[in-house]
């Protein structure tokens, strides 16, 4: 391992340089890995696995529309591609990438094909920290697995393909092996992971959930409707209050942050957008941090679990999501953001 200081804080993460892409094929080379789900995270782990050479198969129902993009995606029925059961009953490592109420759904009779020496894998710590509500219990005898990608499953495979690879998370909740540590990192290097540090499955949930919620996407999403609907209270125009709250900041000023840190970006700006910014910036901070202290301790205490099982895995819950996201999707802002987006350079020449 590496040992690398984070801001004083000293890790120890791995990388490519050390479990190389050779190793983790040795270790994998008599394992058949079945990717339970074909939804999020699973297309993106299963194909850039399987084109790093390691010997994958799908799990997935008939009939859905995952079912139908693992067969465009060269998953052969019968040969690469079964249902659930049949996958992991034929797999050796079971990735189970369904969607955490899926998880709790499927489990039932999913849980008999876990046999002494197999690898549980999952991406996600919820189905188990919250085991108490998801039901999701394995036996002792197996091994028990995450590597948790730090991105979208859409990032996951664009990075690998542009070969920089994604940042992931792994812990080892339960070694009956003996080979569950190689076991994890080998199958972290094999979906392209950028570099891994370690975690515990507690951990990983809670920083997730905290993330999703917070400033990943929930605050993210929040903080912009206010800006972008102030502005338009005084009288700025849809393209003006959209490009000074969304275009500037995902065009611009988040690459200068993805290049070289805060500080970089602040330094490249003008005096007067560095001024304004150190200014405000203590009383967002102020204003926000109740509001995390109330959503960190409604995932600490399973609340956001209780909340997500129930909303997920009610009848009618798709089309309910659907309906919220046509809300957002059809709101002034988001048909303002459509209409700038079609007018960036890049799209100039496809006209």
């Not at 080998?186 to 891994?196: D, K, R, T």
């Not at 070289?260 to 602040?266: A, K, P, T």
Request: with cysteine.
């Amino acid at each position: 391992m590496a040992k690398i200081n984070f801001g004083g804080v000293v890790e120890n993460v791995v990388t490519r340089d050390e479990f190389p892409l050779a190793k983790a094929r040795k270790v994998l080379k008599n394992e058949v890995v079945a990717v339970v789900g074909y939804g999020v995270q699973g297309p993106a782990q299963a194909l850039n696995m399987r084109d790093n050479g390691i010997n994958v198969i799908v799990g997935q129902r008939t009939g859905s529309p995952s079912y139908q993009k693992a067969i465009k995606d060269g998953w052969v029925p019968g040969k690469t591609l079964f249902s659930p059961e049949e996958a992991a009953k034929r797999g050796t490592v079971i990735q189970f990438l369904i969607s955490d109420a899926g998880q709790m759904l499927t489990w039932p009779s999913l849980k008999q094909y876990l046999t002494k020496g197999k690898a549980l894998y999952f991406s996600h710590g919820f189905g188990m920290v919250f085991n108490g509500q998801t039901g999701i219990k394995p036996p002792k005898n197996i091994d028990i697995i995450l590597v948790a990608p730090k991105g979208s499953g859409r990032s996951v495979r664009i990075n690998f393909l542009n070969g920089s690879g994604i940042n992931a998370s792994y812990a080892i909740q339960q070694d009956a092996t003996g080979r569950a540590k190689e076991r994890t990192l080998a199958l972290g290097i094999a979906l392209g992971a950028g570099y891994m540090f370690p975690t515990t499955f507690k951990n990983e949930v809670y920083s997730d959930l905290t993330g999703e919620r917070g400033i990943l996407m929930g605050a993210l999403a929040g903080v912009m409707e206010a800006q972008y609907a102030e502005l338009r209270k005084h009288g700025h125009s849809p393209s003006e209050a959209f490009n000074e709250t969304v275009e500037e900041l995902t065009q611009s000023l988040i690459r200068l942050v993805g290049e070289n840190g805060m500080d970089w970006m602040y330094a490249n700006c003008s005096t007067t957008a560095q001024r304004g910014a150190l200014d405000w910036k203590p009383k967002f901070r102020k204003a926000v941090e109740p509001v995390f202290k109330a959503l960190y301790k409604s995932v600490a205490t399973g609340k956001e679990t209780a909340i997500t099982l129930k909303a997920n895995s009610a009848p009618g819950y798709r089309k309910k999501l659907e309906k919220e996201l046509k809300e957002i999707r059809d709101s002034e802002m988001w048909k303002a953001g459509a209409a700038v987006r079609s007018l960036r350079p890049e799209n100039w020449k496809k006209s």
